[in-house]
């Protein structure tokens, strides 16, 4: 069984993105290849600034549902929280 993370991505024009996948590195290089989705399509490079193992595909699709309905602000609190891992690839 695949694990499902949730991430959030700064895009180039500072604004956060939120998504679902099973491979965070891989899931940013389609992004910043340009074929993730529109939304970032337009505001590339991005990097990813945060993200979270799911319990499950369901309950990954469920927290991404809450954070989009987040305010500006509080995605910022979350993307400024130290993620489950290190979004470069290093401790």
């Not at 491979?23 to 389609?30: A, C, K, S």
């Not at 990097?47 to 469920?62: C, N």
């Not at 305010?71 to 489950?84: F, H, I």
């Amino acid at each position: 069984m695949a694990c499902w993370y949730v991430y959030l991505l700064r895009c180039s024009d500072d604004s956060l993105y939120c998504g679902t996948t099973t491979d965070v590195d891989r899931r940013l290089q389609e992004h910043n290849d340009g074929t993730g989705c529109r939304y970032t399509r337009s505001r590339l490079p991005g990097r990813a600034v945060w993200s979270s193992e799911a319990l499950g595909k369901e309950a990954a699709y469920r927290e991404e549902y809450r954070i989009k309905r987040l305010s500006k602000a509080a995605k910022e609190m979350l993307a400024s929280q130290v993620s489950e891992r290190t979004m470069d690839g290093h401790p």
